[in-house]
T-cell receptor, first 112, second 113 residues
Framework: DAKTTQPPSMDCAEGRAANLPCNHS???????VYWYRQIHSQGPQYIIH???NNETNEMASLIITEDRKSSTLILPHATLRDTAVYYC?????????????FGGGTRLMVKP | DTAVSQTPKYLVTQMGNDKSIKCEQN?????MYWYKQDSKKFLKIMFS???????INETVPNRFSPKSPDKAHLNLHINSLELGDSAVYFC????????????FGPGTRLTVL
């Protein structure tokens, strides 16, 4: 699976959009971009995933650049409860064991 | 209802002991996983298991073994515990071995003294 690079930490004001970047310059054509988050002392939580088109669900939007070498997770109206570590994961759709490989993630702090 | 549950939440034990962590999912999923999160907060996959096969991360010592009494349970057995085994262990499940979404349990904090 391709390696990802994320900033270690970011701040965001409550109510504003949080834009979390992820670089995955070695991504291959059959690899998806997944986002999970981990709120303090809880298990990781799936947010969204995509291949090349932009995706949106009730939690967030995922914007993938045309060359697919980077992506941005957008939380449109961040709340204090969105404070968490956000993980960008790149992997093929069906790897042996369906395993996820987590990197260091971005620690997002939403401030009042 | 909790989708993926783990017991115990905290486990403190001595080096050399054998211990187990239980995991149950009520989602009807076919595939379950164990992850380890160390003190530096890195999450690493340990096992992936469904009723057909067990996939083991090659870095996992053979002191660790998953046991599945039925499809809803995947317990983690650890023999001869070492100090380095101290970590938070997360169980997860997915619909099948190719599903996009994995659902994680709340974690078990293991401390080896």
């Amino acid at each position: 699976d391709a390696k990802t690079t994320q900033p270690p930490s970011m701040d965001c004001a409550e109510g504003r959009a949080a834009n979390l970047p992820c670089n995955h310059s070695t991504i291959s054509g059959n690899e998806y971009v997944y986002w999970y988050r981990q709120i303090h002392s809880q298990g990781p939580q799936y947010i969204i995933h995509g291949l090349k088109n932009n995706e949106t669900n009730e939690m967030a939007s995922l914007i993938i650049t045309e060359d697919r070498k980077s992506s941005t997770l957008i939380l449109p109206h961040a709340t204090l409860r969105d404070t968490a570590v956000y993980y960008c994961i790149v992997r093929v759709a069906y790897n042996a064991g369906n395993m996820l490989t987590f990197g260091g993630g971005t620690r997002l702090m939403v401030k009042p | 209802d909790t989708a993926v549950s783990q017991t115990p939440k905290y486990l403190v034990t001595q080096m050399g002991n054998d211990k187990s962590i239980k995991c149950e999912q009520n989602l009807g999923h076919d595939t379950m996983y164990w992850y380890k999160q160390d003190s530096k907060k890195f999450l690493k996959i340990m096992f992936s298991y469904n009723n057909k096969e067990l996939i083991i991360n090659e870095t996992v010592p053979n002191r660790f073994s998953p046991k599945s009494p039925d499809k809803a349970h995947l317990n983690l057995h650890i023999n001869s515990l070492e100090l380095g085994d101290s970590a938070v262990y997360f169980c997860a499940s997915s619909r099948d071995g190719t599903a996009d979404t994995q659902y994680f349990g709340p974690g078990t904090r293991l401390t080896v003294l």
